[in-house]
């Protein structure tokens, strides 16, 4: 077994796991995965993924498809979230300008 990557949490080190298990390539883990205490953040949260020699093209192969991923899933919701928040800002604003002139339509109707 040759070290792949390293990971930071035993939930980042599963999904890696299952890709790559999923693409027929037989990773180990090694680090706090299945301990009684989980870190989650710094060097204690780290996770080392090995893999077969024979297979660590193949593999290298699935982390790049992840990356590639995670890059463009991260550019669409932000896109979306950015133009939900300007429609969102428009109604509020137009909820109070007719708020502060509804008085003034009251006064100037008497």
């Known amino acids: ?20 298990a999923d693409e027929g390539i037989d990773a180990r883990l090694r680090g706090p995965v299945d301990g009684p205490y989980r870190f989650t953040v710094g060097e204690m949260a780290r996770v080392e993924v090995y893999v077969p020699e024979d297979q660590i093209d193949d593999a290298a192969y699935v982390l790049l498809a992840n990356e590639v991923e995670d890059a463009t899933a991260l550019v669409e919701p932000a896109v979306r979230r950015s133009v939900h928040h300007r429609g969102v800002a428009a109604l509020v604003l137009c909820a109070i300008v007719v708020a502060a002139l509804a008085p003034v339509a009251h006064f100037v109707g008497n």
Do not use: C, K, N
Request: no cysteine; charged share 10%.
């Open 1 to 20: 077994m040759v070290h792949l990557t390293q990971v930071h949490g035993s939930f980042a080190a599963r999904v890696l796991l299952a890709r790559l």
